[in-house]
T-cell receptor, first 112, second 117 residues
């Protein structure tokens, strides 16, 4: 079956702009989570969505937001981009119950 | 809050040899899940192995096995018969549950594994 699909794979944006990243989970997976990966901070949890509801959010400013659609696809948005937002953004989907997450290949965002 | 510590930023191993990657964690929960993920240069995080804390038996997946010491809060990964394709970043992760049923992974900083031919 198809894996987790993230688009786009690469993105270059200018400071102050906004960006939207997309994630299509594995069919049947209703939980979608987002993580930010940087060399300095490692992997940090952004938020988790389940059945179109945000159930949890990490310690990120309000410029980071997301949503989930009825087909479980998810988007995350970052407004007023800063240089420090440059990172690999990973999306993961899962069945409930500790079976583990399946990750996408990520979106590499570079802010210049 | 749960924390995960990987004390070895880098490790190297000769092809066909065995290597062990260390991971310790801190939690007050009695039942939880632990994972090892592999991230090759392609960037995709790949699940290597999972362990349920209530199970005493160490998980095994082909050449990958864990040494789970619950009392010591230790969860090491052993890779046997190392192959060139095993070269990657390896992350240890703890599944944290919150009220309302939400779950998230708490990751260690990772260990970069080099496999020498």
């Amino acid at each position: 079956k198809a894996g987790v699909t993230q688009t786009p794979r690469y993105l270059i944006k200018t400071r102050g702009q906004q960006v939207t990243l997309s994630c299509s989970p594995i069919s049947g997976h209703r939980s979608v989570s987002w993580y930010q990966q940087t060399p300095g901070q490692g992997l940090q949890f952004l938020f988790e969505y389940f059945s179109e509801t945000q159930r949890n959010k990490g310690n990120f400013p309000g410029r980071f937001s997301g949503r989930q659609f009825s087909n479980s696809r998810s988007e995350m948005n970052v407004s007023t981009l800063e240089l420090g937002d440059s990172a690999l953004y990973l999306c993961a989907s899962s069945l409930a119950g500790g079976f583990g997450y399946t990750f996408g290949s990520g979106t590499r965002l570079t802010v210049v | 809050a749960q924390t995960v510590t990987q004390s070895q930023p880098e490790m190297s191993v000769q092809e066909a040899e065995t290597v062990t990657l260390s991971c310790t964690y801190d939690t007050s929960e009695s039942d939880y899940y632990l994972f090892w993920y592999k991230q090759p240069p392609s960037r995709q995080m790949i699940l290597v192995i999972r362990q349920e804390a209530y199970k005493q038996q160490n998980a095994t997946e082909n050449r990958f096995s864990v040494n789970f010491q619950k009392a010591a809060k230790s969860f090491s990964l052993k890779i046997s018969d190392s192959q060139l394709g095993d070269a990657a970043m390896y992350f240890c992760a703890y599944r944290q549950l919150t009220q309302g049923g939400s779950e998230k992974l708490v990751f260690g900083k990772g260990t970069k594994l080099t496999v020498n031919p």
